[in-house]
């Protein structure tokens, strides 16, 4: 069985407001693994659709937090 998660994540999501963006994004930080999959699909529209600018910041943002966790 083949399942389509990028375009599953997007149908549920391509009509929500800034808010419910958000309460989501929080709720599958906070919440159960198995909505992380979701997330990643979030993070893959915002960084193609980033400038080189800004995927540099978040790349070392990225780098930041994850070297204060060693």
């Given at each position: 069985?083949?399942?389509?998660?990028r375009g599953a994540v997007i149908n549920n999501i391509h009509n929500m407001n800034n808010q419910e963006l958000q309460d989501l994004v929080e709720e599958s930080i906070r919440g159960d693994e198995k909505l992380l999959p979701g997330l990643g699909v979030l993070f893959e529209v915002i960084w193609e659709n980033s400038s080189p600018a800004q995927r540099s910041e978040m790349i070392g943002t990225l780098h930041d937090q994850l070297s204060k966790m060693r």
């Open positions: 069985m083949n399942f389509d998660i």
